[in-house]
């Protein structure tokens, strides 16, 4: 009798941890920019009862600033996004006179800086020809565009050919062009009104015209160069958790370097839910325990505690800042970039 109440109870004490599992685990939609996509997919595949998707940054933002957003039909619980993607969204909605749509965001998940990818041989030529043989975006705007044989290289290469992501729907393009303006203009916490002036405007336009043509979302820059080789770009912009791991193992990697411009600027994570949704409180828990740092580490963001990924370069340190603009500047950008490009 004693040994069938001690069955009794233990499977009841066994359903109701089932069902507290069960009430715990994610569900909803996480909706994930391009640039986490290896760790978007892998929590995905842990948590079937969660339902992911990965699209580029600027398509999330058009939705969540859109005066009509019904979040039935957006289908989206929870927002997995560098920063200041979600700050430029709270912003415009203020703007628009529209009700908040997150609610408090998770701590800064995971860290990446803004690298610079670039052929070797065309990088000695830059070297020749930029001033103090420093090779960074405002030197690179200067020869875009123009035959290498004015920017110290081979006559057989053609004229230079930068490349990024378009500012307009991709994180990592926004931000390689958030960094090269900061070096045009000298100073990472530039201003709106910076963006008028005419000898930056005259650059931008040389920088972003000698870009051939804008890579997709699921074939970056740096994509390209890897498999393309020379033909596609000599120089790209990238987020090192897209570009290291992926330059390091390849068959170009020792014709390869990754430049880290100084001051150092960084896309920093977090996990935004909507306002409201219990399911996105869920997603953002999971962000933040072991599972959810593990999934960003291995997929070559950087994050407290846990080992890098390959190729990642853990010498260089990060500052605590991300040396990026506020976000009403980066939105500013995106229409500096309509206009020039």
Request: proline share 7%; aromatic share 6%.
């Amino acid at each position: 009798m004693i040994g069938g109440a001690f069955l009794f109870r233990s499977r009841a004490d066994s359903r109701q941890a089932d069902a507290e599992q069960a009430a715990n685990r994610p569900t909803g939609t996480l909706v994930c920019a391009t640039e986490l996509r290896a760790a978007c997919d892998q929590l995905g595949k842990a948590n079937p009862t969660m339902t992911t998707r990965v699209e580029d940054a600027g398509i999330t933002y058009a939705a969540l600033t859109d005066p009509k957003l019904n979040r039935d039909t957006t289908k989206i619980d929870a927002w997995l996004a560098p920063q200041p993607w979600p700050a430029m969204v709270d912003e415009q909605r203020t703007a628009s006179s529209l009700d908040p749509v997150f609610g408090d965001p998770s701590k800064v998940l995971a860290r990446s800086p803004i690298v610079t990818v670039i052929w070797n041989d065309r990088m000695e030529a830059l070297k020749q020809s930029c001033p103090n043989g420093t090779v960074d975006w405002k030197c690179i705007g200067q020869v875009a565009g123009k035959p290498w044989t004015e920017a110290g290289g081979n006559g057989n290469w053609g004229v230079v050919k930068p490349g990024h992501g378009a500012p307009d729907r991709n994180a990592s393009g926004l931000f390689t062009f958030a960094q090269a303006t900061g070096q045009f203009l000298g100073r990472t916490d530039f201003a709106r009104n910076d963006l008028d002036d005419p000898d930056y405007r005259v650059w931008a336009n040389q920088l972003e015209a000698a870009i051939p043509t804008y890579p997709p979302s699921n074939n970056s820059a740096v994509n390209q160069m890897l498999s393309l080789g020379r033909a596609s770009f000599d120089v790209a912009g990238a987020i090192e958790a897209d570009a290291a791991p992926a330059v390091t193992t390849s068959r170009e990697k020792a014709n390869l370097t990754i430049l880290y411009p100084a001051p150092v600027a960084t896309a920093d994570v977090v996990l935004v839910p909507l306002r409201g949704s219990n399911a996105g409180g869920r997603v953002k828990q999971l962000l933040e325990s072991s599972e959810g740092q593990q999934a960003l580490s291995q997929s070559g963001w950087r994050v407290e505690g846990q080992p890098t990924a390959a190729g990642i370069n853990a010498a260089i340190v990060l500052d605590p800042q991300t040396n990026l603009p506020r976000a009403g500047v980066m939105a500013a950008l995106r229409d500096v970039w309509k206009e020039v490009k």
